[in-house]
């Protein structure tokens, strides 16, 4: 049997791109160097720039995998988006503000690339997990210079639409029972010093003392049944934006865990597509996505 078929052509190619260096950052005790990576999902459409969103892997600071969602993500990036997954150092190599630094020296190299990548500069979305969402709602809701260290500084990081998963809001917030055990804690290790008795330093770098009306619009997707971090941390973020005024919406996942399956489910990444679609705008491909 022989068969032709005319394909109209509605959407563009999308290519991955594995292992891009974005940066290079001190390493071992500053006596060497080491490369940040990316991964990239683009268009090769020259006719036109797209938004971009860039994914925070999670895993407590300490461990990170920038492809373990690239299926995930390809679905965002084919209903019209650039999608890069970033790097950063974990907190066994620094404390705090490296790990964000990192994630906003990825943002200006996206920008600096914009042209390779056909990114839109103006419509950048972050969005994390876990410690990647602590890191999503930092990039979003800090617009200072002390963050933004090494190449592409003459790019602005600030980015126009937020999505942090179960994120860590408040690193002061965890219910430890002493000082003793909240020094091993996660939360001790990013900022260096044990949070109980530095509440004051812990506060300081949590995204829930940064909430302000000039914030970009959140989505805070956070499971109820989560006991690794909190829904009160979700929802205290969500409060404080609220209460300044800014556009905020918290999806809370009735009897979810941390990580659990309903986050992976088409229901919510068709609600993650329709917020940054919403926020940053992007053409309509549901399509070629089901």
């Not at 419509?123 to 260290?149: C, H, I, K, N, W």
């Not at 209460?243 to 919406?249: L, R």
Request: glycine share 8%.
């Amino acid at each position: 049997m022989k068969e032709k078929l005319k394909v109209t052509v509605t959407a563009p190619q999308y290519s991955f791109v594995s292992g891009i260096t974005f940066a290079q950052v001190d390493a071992w005790y500053d006596h060497t160097r080491r490369d940040l990576k990316m991964d990239i999902i683009y268009p090769e459409d020259k006719t036109k720039k797209y938004p971009c969103v860039v994914w925070i892997c999670g895993g407590a600071w300490i461990r990170l995998d920038r492809s373990a969602h690239t299926a995930y993500l390809s679905q965002l990036a084919r209903s019209g988006f650039v999608v890069a997954s970033v790097e950063y150092r974990t907190s066994n190599e620094g404390c705090f503000p490296i790990q964000l630094q990192d994630v906003k020296a990825g943002i200006r190299y996206l920008k600096a690339m914009s042209e390779r990548y056909h990114i839109d500069t103006e419509r950048f979305g972050v969005m994390g997990e876990s410690a990647g969402g602590y890191l999503a709602a930092m990039a979003a809701l800090t617009d200072d210079s002390a963050y933004d260290v090494g190449a592409f500084t003459e790019f602005s990081s600030k980015v126009q639409a937020a999505c942090p998963w179960y994120p860590a809001a408040d690193l002061t917030g965890f219910p430890y029972p002493s000082p003793l055990e909240a020094a091993a804690s996660m939360e001790s290790l990013l900022l260096g010093k044990n949070v109980m008795l530095e509440k004051e330093e812990a506060l300081k770098i949590s995204p829930v003392s940064l909430a302000s009306k000039d914030a970009p619009p959140f989505l805070i997707i956070h499971g109820d049944n989560d006991h690794t971090v909190p829904f009160a941390q979700g929802e205290a973020l969500h409060d404080k934006l609220e209460a300044a005024g800014a556009d905020v919406t918290l999806l809370a996942l009735g009897g979810s865990d941390h990580a659990d399956m309903p986050f992976f489910q088409e229901e919510i990444w068709q609600r993650i597509i329709g917020f940054f679609k919403e926020k940053l705008g992007a053409d309509d491909q549901a399509a070629i996505v089901g």
